[in-house]
């Protein structure tokens, strides 16, 4: 079936780098792909999202990028900060066919100060 | 707008029991989806509702099941709990239309002894 790999699925770097994840998908249908963010025991929210449109979306420190041919996308963030510590989920979904909405299995992302 | 509620926060069942959660959407938004989270696998999509139908279901045994009132209001119910079934639960709401974004109630956290 269908499914969304996430990796690292730790990442620890220094306040003031950057963190990059990545996320490979399997159903050549997607076309939207959110990012959500989940601080410790609260909701996952969302972050950014990108549409197979485009190849790319900043939002101040936060960007995706989206390479479809080779059917992954990825997440950065520059300028790390200790606040940036949580979990990262990756999903891809799709506007066509049958309902699907599938999520990778997260980046714990660790912001040493 | 109010955000996506859940209600009951937290739960303790038995082995055995049944359980119903309840998940009330953004005003408007006319889709409703479920996922258990658990810290080795994820979030894992359970099923989804859109004016009162269930559009699709995930991997999921036959005890868990779910509806949609005309509200948009949706319950999860869990037949038969096993030790396994713990876990977060939540609930993500959308207009409707697919692959648009999705926003995350608080949850709630299930756990059978």
Request: proline fraction near 4%; charged fraction near 20%; charge should be positive.
């Amino acid at each position: 079936g269908e499914n969304v790999e996430q990796h690292p699925s730790t990442l620890s770097v220094q306040e003031g780098d950057s963190a990059v994840i990545k996320c490979t998908y399997s159903d050549s249908a997607s076309n939207y792909f959110p990012w959500y963010e989940q601080e410790l025991g609260k909701r996952p929210q969302l972050i950014i999202d990108i549409r197979s449109n485009v190849g790319e979306k900043k939002d101040q420190r936060i960007a995706v990028t989206l390479n479809k041919t080779a059917k992954h996308f990825s997440l950065h963030i520059t300028e790390t900060q200790p606040e940036d510590s949580a979990v990262y989920f990756c999903a891809a979904s799709r506007t066509s066919g049958t309902y699907k909405y599938i999520f990778g299995t997260g980046t714990r992302l660790k912001v040493l100060a | 707008k109010a955000g996506v509620t859940q209600t009951p926060r937290y739960l303790i069942k038995t082995r055995g029991q049944q359980v119903t959660l309840s998940c009330s959407p953004i005003s408007g938004h006319r889709s409703v989806s479920w996922y258990q989270q658990t810290p080795g696998q994820g979030l894992q999509f359970l099923f989804e509702y859109f004016s009162e139908t269930q559009r699709n279901k995930g991997n999921f045994p036959g005890r868990f099941s779910g509806r949609q009132f005309s509200n948009s209001r949706s319950e999860m119910n869990v037949s038969t709990l096993e030790l396994g079934d713990s876990a977060l639960y939540l609930c993500a709401s959308s207009l409707g239309g697919i692959a648009e974004t999705q926003y995350f109630g608080p949850g709630t956290r299930l756990l059978v002894l």
